[in-house]
């Protein structure tokens, strides 16, 4: 099937579902309402997220309005998987391996703490029915060794199960980054089957997160857990776009100071930009990349698979965003404060 008839539907109904996004003006009311059972009430009456919301029982639980937000994103997802097949549908469900191994990572995290995953049994029926694992299989595990012993036979157990004796900050660096690095071989080796100009528009999407990423990463494993280069460098991927294996290893055996220089003098500067703390800022700053991006191929319009890529990212910026507006009020925040942590920027929307 050509691009043309595979995607012209699609990319028009996407086209109408984008245009119900917030826009600057839903951020600002937002972030002026004095308390979030009022924000959440603007949501319901005011945006496309109100069906999704309209049953809330408590409108100050912001990890009850995360899950229903989350709910909606895969329902989103569910309207786009309806026009696909074949290859196509097996790479966009690979889409999905994000969130599960996101939601491993948490549970990982709360049983290396000493926690009981209680707390996580109201995680969203909507996104457990996609997972590869069973959550109720592993819901009871008391132990950090008892959750994983219940993955075997899955795809996460090689390659989280030699580092569960490791400290708590090195074992949940190493656990993560492996996980990362199979949720990223993954996909990149699903979307091999599509077309090759869907495969190339792919691969310059890919390219340019991994790039942010490695550079994320390598700050990560020379600030906070002081891994020899050796290690650095066995824990970056491949698949960049513009940093090759070379460039990598020059960052890896440099110390703070070098690294933020040589990154300064790619394309990739913002990401260690000193006006602001590069420690709290560079996960937000490796998101805003990637929404710019993803807004400027979503406006292109091309009749590939760019549209119902750009798509789902921006969607699942903006719930991100939505749920920082919330948790900004609840901890005081100011506007400005507030701004500082949303992935999209809304510069020039002061009050």
């Given amino acids: 099937m050509g691009n043309e008839r595979r995607f012209s539907a699609i990319n028009t109904k996407l086209r109408v579902m984008r245009s119900k996004f917030l826009k600057d003006e ?12 009022e924000q959440v009430k603007y949501l319901i009456n005011s945006t496309a997220y109100g069906k999704v919301l309209e049953d809330v029982e408590e409108y100050d639980d912001i990890q009850e309005i995360e899950l229903k937000l ?17 290859d196509y549908e097996k790479y966009l469900k690979s889409y999905l391996l994000r969130h599960e191994v996101e939601d491993l990572k948490i549970y990982l995290r709360a049983l290396a703490r000493g926690e009981s995953l209680e707390k996580y049994d109201k995680t969203s029926v909507t996104r457990k029915k996609y997972y590869s694992f069973s959550y109720d299989q592993i819901k009871n595990a008391k132990t950090l060794d008892e959750m994983i012993d219940k993955l075997k036979g899955t795809r996460y157990y090689e390659v989280i199960y030699p580092y569960r004796h490791e400290d708590y900050g090195k074992l949940m660096f190493y656990m993560e980054m492996n996980l990362d690095r199979l949720y990223f071989d993954t996909i990149h080796e699903s979307a091999q089957e599509m077309s090759k100009a869907d495969r190339e ?7 340019e997160n991994i790039d942010i990423l490695n550079i994320e990463w390598i700050y990560r494993g020379l600030k906070f857990y002081n891994l020899s280069p050796e290690e650095l460098i066995n824990y970056t991927l491949p698949y960049g776009k513009h940093l090759d294996f070379k460039d990598l290893k020059e960052l890896c055996y440099v110390d703070i100071e070098e690294f933020k220089k040589i990154v300064s003098g790619t394309k990739y500067k913002e990401m260690v930009n000193e006006e602001k703390d590069i420690d709290l800022f560079m996960g937000i700053r490796v998101q805003r990349h990637m929404y710019n991006y993803f807004k400027a191929k979503f406006s292109q319009g091309k ?12 969607l699942e910026y903006e719930i991100k965003d939505i749920i920082s507006i919330l948790e900004a009020l609840k901890y005081g925040l100011s506007y400005y404060e507030a701004k500082e942590y949303l992935v999209k920027d809304i510069e020039g929307s002061d009050y």
Avoid: C, R, W
């Fill in 201 to 207: 528009t792919f691969e310059d999407a890919f390219g």
């Fill in 303 to 314: 009749l590939d698979i760019s549209i119902p890529n750009a798509y789902l990212h921006l």
């Fill in 70 to 86: 989350e709910k909606f994103h895969t329902l989103q997802f569910e309207k786009i998987l309806k026009y696909f097949s074949d």
């Fill in 26 to 37: 839903d951020y600002v009311a937002l972030m002026k309402k004095e308390s979030v059972p």
